[in-house]
């Protein structure tokens, strides 16, 4: 029978090991010469490449801000692939419920970004401000007080429209728990 060993773990984690055993964690460093910060965003080094670079969130931001994924399309195929991307990747969308974002960096769809736009706000505005200029705007144009007049019909219809949108948006945010 074996005889039961001491072992030097007490319980405490500061005395274990680092990774799986002793050995010293290998850590990719930073691909921009002179960078001594963990590469740990892979960047790709060219369109349509698998190579990839491994930068610091520094430098792959540095990398990324002239970055144009459209860049050669019209606007018919930079459409289509849009589309087919957000079909394919709803991770990323479905990510903004969980809070980790707030409105006008990415968690509002392009329909609300039009319909912020129409309404004359910016697209980190609450939906209290929504609401307020909805009825400012809508009450210059309203049909029962601009009767027979065509362009005052189709704006109020407009911001209607977005009103709508933004509205069930907000309900989308408040049911999923990210808007309150």
Same mark, same amino acid.
């Given at each position: 029978?074996?005889?039961?060993?001491?072992?030097?773990?007490?319980?405490? @984690? !500061?005395?274990?090991?680092?990774?799986? $055993?002793?050995? =010293?964690?290998?850590?990719?460093?930073?691909?921009?010469?002179?960078?001594?910060? @963990?590469?740990?965003?892979?960047?790709?080094?060219?369109?349509?490449? @698998?190579?990839?670079?491994?930068?610091?969130?520094?430098?792959?931001?540095?990398?990324?801000?002239?970055?144009?994924?459209?860049?050669?399309?019209?606007?018919?195929?930079?459409?289509? !692939?849009?589309?087919?991307?957000?079909?394919?990747?709803? $991770?990323?969308?479905?990510?903004?419920?969980?809070?980790?974002?707030?409105?006008?960096? $990415?968690?509002?769809? !392009?329909?609300?970004? *039009?319909? &912020?736009?129409? &309404?004359? &706000?910016?697209?980190?505005?609450?939906?209290?401000? #929504? !609401? *307020? /200029?909805?009825?400012?705007?809508?009450? +210059?144009?309203?049909?029962? #007080?601009? @009767?027979?007049?065509?362009? /005052? =019909?189709? /704006?109020?219809?407009?911001?209607? +429209? /977005?009103?709508?949108?933004?509205?069930?948006?907000?309900?989308?945010?408040?049911?999923?728990?990210? $808007? #309150?």
């Amino acid at each position: 029978m074996n005889r039961a060993r001491r072992s030097n773990d007490w319980g405490f @984690p !500061r005395w274990r090991g680092y990774e799986a $055993g002793r050995e =010293a964690a290998q850590i990719r460093l930073c691909d921009r010469a002179g960078c001594t910060e @963990p590469g740990n965003c892979p960047a790709p080094k060219s369109p349509n490449n @698998p190579d990839r670079w491994y930068f610091c969130q520094q430098h792959a931001a540095e990398y990324n801000s002239g970055w144009d994924y459209f860049a050669g399309l019209d606007a018919e195929e930079a459409a289509s !692939r849009e589309h087919a991307e957000q079909q394919t990747h709803s $991770g990323y969308r479905e990510s903004a419920y969980y809070g980790w974002a707030g409105s006008g960096d $990415g968690t509002r769809s !392009r329909d609300e970004l *039009k319909a &912020l736009e129409v &309404l004359g &706000l910016d697209p980190d505005a609450d939906f209290e401000a #929504v !609401r *307020k /200029a909805w009825r400012t705007k809508a009450k +210059a144009v309203h049909p029962d #007080v601009r @009767p027979n007049d065509a362009e /005052a =019909a189709k /704006a109020f219809m407009g911001l209607q +429209a /977005a009103y709508e949108v933004l509205r069930v948006a907000e309900e989308q945010r408040s049911w999923k728990g990210a $808007g #309150v």
